[in-house]
């Protein structure tokens, strides 16, 4: 079975503070695509990563940077000096890599705000 | 490149009538894929579809639901008879179905969605 954990349900902190958003996946498929997705209130979807399952390394863009650890099946976002634009709810997801049905399985979302 | 349209935005419907969503897809693009929000919650899959057929349903509700996307035209997604409980907002994604330089063959692009209120 494939499943996306987001243990954290809503956090909320400080602007300028920095902030790690926590994603655990089950999957037995040896090839399979991790993303991250954003959802601000006006509520489309942003996507922000794609990652495959044999890509470990970790990846930076400008305040957001995510650590893939095949190891413990974790594939965290951080946010560094956090901002009010910053507030959204963020999904973790799971494709597998091998099968033209590849349905994207969703965490259940991680509501962060970023208090001024 | 026009991304993924969804039509209506929003869509009010009663108890007891059908809601007709709308999705097309990026251009170049012949699987759409339909996803459910409900409230507080993540998306859902509901159905992936390719030009005139039905891939995989496996998360569509066995009744009242039901989806198309003929040759010609955007795909559809029916809802008959209503409840409060379908009260959501759809998501539709579409990808190219083979290789394309610089994303997978079957890289998702999501559209804007269609809230869905039942009164």
């Known amino acids: 079975a494939q499943k996306v954990t987001q243990a954290q349900t809503e956090i909320s902190v400080v602007e300028k503070e920095d902030v790690t958003l926590d994603c655990v996946y089950e999957?037995?498929?040896?090839?399979?695509?991790l993303f991250w997705y954003k959802q601000p209130p006006s509520g489309e979807l942003v996507f922000l990563i794609r990652?495959?399952?044999?890509?470990?390394q970790n990846e930076i863009s400008g305040r957001y940077s995510w650590n893939f650890q095949k190891s413990t099946s974790s594939f965290n976002f951080t946010i560094t000096a956090s901002q009010v634009v910053d507030s959204a709810v963020y999904f973790c997801?799971?494709?597998?890599?091998?099968?033209?049905?590849?349905?994207?399985?969703f965490g259940s979302g991680t509501r962060l705000s970023i208090r001024p | 490149n026009a991304g993924v349209m969804q039509n209506p935005r929003h869509l009010v419907r009663r108890r007891g009538q059908e809601a007709r969503l709308r999705c097309s897809p990026m251009?170049?693009?012949?699987?759409v894929y339909w996803y459910r929000q409900l409230p507080e919650e993540g998306l859902k899959f509901m159905v992936y579809?390719?030009?005139?057929?039905?891939?995989?349903e496996s998360g569509m509700p066995k009744e009242r639901f039901s989806a198309e996307f003929p040759k010609e035209g955007p795909s559809i997604l029916r809802i008959q008879q209503v409840v409060r409980g379908d009260s959501a907002a759809y998501f539709c994604?579409?990808?190219?179905?083979?290789?394309?330089?610089?994303?997978?063959?079957?890289?998702?692009?999501f559209g804007p969605g269609t809230r869905l209120t039942v009164t």
């Open positions: 994604a579409s990808s190219p179905g083979r290789e394309t330089s610089g994303a997978g063959a079957y890289e998702q692009y």
């Open positions: 251009k170049g693009h012949s699987h």
């Open positions: 997801a799971l494709t597998p890599g091998y099968s033209s049905a590849s349905k994207i399985i």
């Open positions: 579809l390719q030009k005139e057929n039905i891939i995989d």
């Open positions: 990652r495959n399952s044999f890509d470990e």
């Open positions: 999957t037995r498929d040896t090839t399979y695509y």
